[in-house]
């Protein structure tokens, strides 16, 4: 394991608190498929690996890879190459939101709208099962929210962080993110979360409400074979 949980969360999650979710091959782990698209994955993939990675998502699929660019084997094809910030909530003041509910099994269909509306990142129709969702309801509609994803050990990530664009401009995420980290730190645990480094506005918010830069990382997007090659 990396020296600090946080330095591979999919990792020391997978490892640790989310291994009921862990399907593995070799030496390659995913989430649940109904989960989430994450990979746990060596530093160097041998072509064991990339075969094994091939079986476990299945033809043409598109998978997150850490780490700098690779040369893909034979079948394989680059999609995107992109960075990403990891902030921790070393300053986040985080308190209860008195308009959030918490979202069960039942609003699932609702945060899929939402997400599809927004794009704050992957979430499926089990995603929910990783941790506590908060969300604001306006008419009777969903219309912002904010859950946990990983959980490496002592710590808790922030994610589908995401507002309908008709009610953006309202301080609603900042308030699911204040609460959101109120219910991790009454665990004894502290937040962190992940934005592309392109989404200068989003890491602007975070930092001024006490996010810090820990690290920046890389994500390659990769397509697998039509068919598993090996």
Do not use: K
Not at 78 to 94: A, C, K, M, S, Y
Not at 193 to 222: C, K, M, P, Q
């Amino acid at each position: 394991m990396s020296a600090h949980p946080l330095d591979d969360p999919v990792r020391s999650s997978l490892e640790g608190p989310l291994a009921r979710f862990a399907v593995r091959r070799g030496r390659v782990v995913r989430m649940d498929p109904d989960v989430s698209p994450f990979l746990m994955h060596p530093e160097i993939l041998e072509p064991q690996d990339w075969e094994d990675i091939a079986t476990l998502f299945g033809p043409r699929t598109i998978v997150g890879l850490n780490g700098p660019e690779r040369e893909l084997p034979t079948g394989w094809s680059r999609v995107e190459t992109f960075g990403l910030v990891q902030l921790v909530g070393t300053h986040l003041e985080t308190r209860p939101f008195g308009e959030s509910v918490e979202l069960g099994a039942a609003d699932v269909p609702e945060m899929l709208g939402l997400v599809r509306r927004t794009e704050p990142g992957p979430f499926l129709h089990r995603t929910i099962e990783l941790g506590t969702y908060l969300g604001v309801r306006r008419n009777g509609s969903l219309i912002a929210m904010a859950g946990e994803r990983m959980h490496p050990p002592g710590w808790t990530e922030i994610s589908a962080v995401c507002t309908d664009p008709a009610f953006r401009g309202q301080g609603l995420a900042t308030d699911l993110v204040r609460a959101v980290g109120h219910g991790i730190r009454a665990r004894g645990e502290e937040p962190f979360l992940h934005a592309s480094d392109a989404n200068v506005r989003a890491i602007e918010l975070y930092l001024s409400i006490g996010f810090e830069l820990r690290r920046t990382s890389r994500l390659t997007l990769v397509r697998t074979p039509a068919s598993n090659l090996g």
